[in-house]
């Protein structure tokens, strides 16, 4: 895993050594996966009603395929990969105290995907708070913009 991923998963409060771990074998095994080398990664995240953060998933993006790894600070994570490569048919953003150039700590993000072909993954949602909203904006630009179908 890039020095890089790691620096960002320690923003998005993966601190912890067990975490870490837990996050680098979600990335191996969603390479191995994955048919194409991965290029970017995103922890999915929300802040509960007690203000505290909980990590949901981890998303791996290459350029045709998104790997998920639902679960990945849990003993039984549950993998999903679905082809993106020009088959998101839609997807619709909502957000919070965010306004789309710079997050704040009171910003939220919230996209949901819905795919041609109904893929396993179904129509799918990603969450993010804080700075992680801009990271979360940038794989909408990344890879789901670059793959709308006309």
Known sequence: MKAEFIEYLKAVGLTGE???NQAKDAWRISALLCPEDLKDIFVEEHVRED??????SLEAFCDRYWVSAVGFLTATPRYGITYIGKFVKAYTVQSTEYDFNKATAKSRLNITVGFMDHSAMGPSTLRASGDNCD??????GKYLKANMIG
Request: aromatic share 6%.
């Open 18 to 20: 067990t975490q870490l």
């Open 51 to 56: 203000g505290t953060r909980e990590w949901d």
């Open 135 to 140: 990271v979360l904006m940038k794989m909408i």
